[in-house]
């Protein structure tokens, strides 16, 4: 962007002189426009260069404090006046009031005409735009060539501070620090600075600022645009201290590389982490033999983050699904960054802590491999953590340790089972520990068409009996069996005499063909009977 202080450091402009000592030079001057109209407020742009005669004030130049307020509202780089046939000194008023709001006055010599003096400051501004131009695409040029080289970000980073001669700095989308140049090395107290300057900007109106009012500022922050809801952010400092040729266009041009180049870096990452899901997807779907085999072959494991280990423990997170969320690209861009958020924050407390993604049920498989006590309890702090980020809630379904890798498929089965029993029920933000199954539950999980055969083949006519006589037959053997074959007990707990339970007992047994009281069918009568009283005809 040129300045008023450009132009006049120009030799072909030297004559041009700036009538008040605190004129703002800094201003951006993006065109000239010549004016004689008293009105110019609504027919000029802001950041013009107006010049004039001042023919409209040489009887009034109270007039010209006017005009002054009227161009620093509309954000005019300056006036030039040409003091000559109309105006030949500037009333110290004037002077003034333009040193009070640091409007700058430029006293335009009698040997330029205006015309001419507007052609050539057009014509200087352009040039240096095309300077800026040029610079600005040998910038993406060079870091797009280090791009297909495959150099890293944090080359890319150092070399884009050293083209531009001030500190730079990359935040992930966690707002976390990536990359920085050397100068945070040689000055590490930069680094909080800038984080705490990061803070403000996400907690300010700024937030959604255009880049060319940031841009001003002492620090320049732009969005890097690699992933569309969870963009990375670069932080330029002592922007101040920026340059010609240096340009916004210049930063943008970065950016743009530097999205492309973390945008292929992610796509690498998740080709990698899809081989490692679908091993340990595998893994949990193979036999404990098979398990065992493969224990002898540890370097594999390394490589897909399983280690040899005499405790495992599957914990299942999933993502409440949020209301009336449908943008696909917005949900998996959220799956990703939750798998890296996850990532991170579990390896926090223990780097032996495994993630594995499941992508068709949008879960991850989190893998711990050694014992941690507070295991829940930090699970609850990550789902604290993660609704304050992401806006969103976590749930868990948590397995129980085993001891072998043979047993892992075990532990996973559990901690799917406790997260769907939750989940399947429309619960949002659970941490649910797996509980095994009562003998109700199992058989509900029997279809009734299936159970029913096995009900008439072990009972017999004692399944639904239709006469009094068989149903105190059945009642008493259901109860004789639960007192686990005490005739005493059973005869006391349904008030009949000793013997009559034995001869009702006996009577079972000549309808059922076999000794109730036989190791290989007490079990399946037991169940049978259980069954038939959930399951009528």
Known sequence: MTTLKDILSVLQFSDLTLLNEQGDLERTVEMVDITETPDIRDFTTPHSFIVTTGMNYKDNQSGLISLI??????????????????????????????????????????????????????????????????????????????????????????????????????????????????????????????????????????????????????????????????????????????????????????????????????????????????????LMSEQPNNLISLTQHTDLLKKYHIQSS??????????????????????????????????????????????????????????????????????????KEYQHFFDTTLSFGIGNEVSELSQLPLSFFEANEAYDNKHEKGAHEFIELYKSKSVEELLQLIPANKLKPFIMYTLGSLAYPKTTKGKELKDTLNVYMENQCDLTKTSEEIFIHRNTVKYRIKKCEEILGQSVESPDTSLGIRLALFASEKIML
């Open 310 to 383: 005499d405790f495992y423990q599957v914990i299942i997170c999933g993502i409440d699904k949020g209301k009336d969320v449908e943008n696909s690209v917005y949900l998996n861009e959220l799956y990703q960054m939750t798998f890296e958020w996850l990532t991170h924050m579990f390896h926090n407390i223990d780097p032996t802590i495994s993630i594995y993604m499941s992508t068709g049920q949008r879960r991850f498989t989190i893998l711990l491999q050694t014992g941690h006590h507070y295991y829940y309890e930090y699970c609850k702090y990550i789902q």
């Open 69 to 282: 307020r009227e161009l620093n509202d509309i954000q005019v780089a300056g006036l030039g006046i040409k003091l000559s046939r109309f105006l030949k000194k500037l009333d110290d008023e004037v002077i003034a009031f333009a040193n009070k709001i640091q409007f700058p006055i430029i006293e335009i010599p009698e040997s330029w005409n205006l015309g001419s003096i507007t052609h050539h400051i057009s014509s200087f501004i352009l040039d240096e735009e095309t300077e800026k131009l040029h610079f600005a695409l040998d910038t993406q040029q060079e870091l797009n060539d280090m791009l297909i080289q495959g150099l890293n970000l944090d080359m890319m980073i150092e070399r884009l501070s050293r083209l531009i001669k001030v500190p730079v700095m990359l935040l992930n989308p966690f707002h976390e620090v990536e990359s920085v140049s050397q100068h945070f090395h040689q000055h590490s107290e930069l680094v909080q600075k800038n984080l705490n300057y990061f803070r403000r900007y996400l907690n300010s109106e700024q937030s959604n600022a255009s880049h060319k009012t940031v841009f001003q500022e002492d620090y320049a922050i732009f969005k890097v645009p690699a992933f569309k809801y969870f963009p990375y952010y670069l932080i330029i400092s002592n922007i101040n201290m920026l340059n010609y040729p240096i340009s916004l266009l210049t930063i943008e041009q970065a950016v743009n590389i530097l999205s492309l180049e973390i945008y292929k870096n992610s796509k690498i990452k998740e080709a990698e982490q899809r081989d490692t899901d679908h091993f340990f997807s595998s």
